[in-house]
């Protein structure tokens, strides 16, 4: 992976979302509910008045409309601050 978040960011791979049939009808990729959790890529070295508490291999839950989408060879992630991660699982 060349991405490597700087400051207090962190780099995160959502958690595929789980597929759902309600009585034999398909839900749509379109419809699907966005996962809010991931597992933690990479991390920036942290800033003068936060330290970093999450490492790579972390598995978190994060807010809905937390971080920035990317997507990079065909694979999407998140970037978002440490702040907006909610708990390590």
Known sequence: MNIKPLADRVLIQPAAAEEKTIGGII???SAKEKPLKGKV???GTGTK???M??????EVLYGKYAG???ELDGEKYLIMRQSDVLAII
Not at 53 to 58: E, I, P, S, T
């Open 53 to 58: 508490v999450l490492k790579a291999g972390d």
């Open 49 to 51: 008045d936060e330290q």
């Open 68 to 70: 920035t989408e990317l």
């Open 27 to 29: 839900i749509p990729d």
């Open 41 to 43: 890529l990479a991390v």
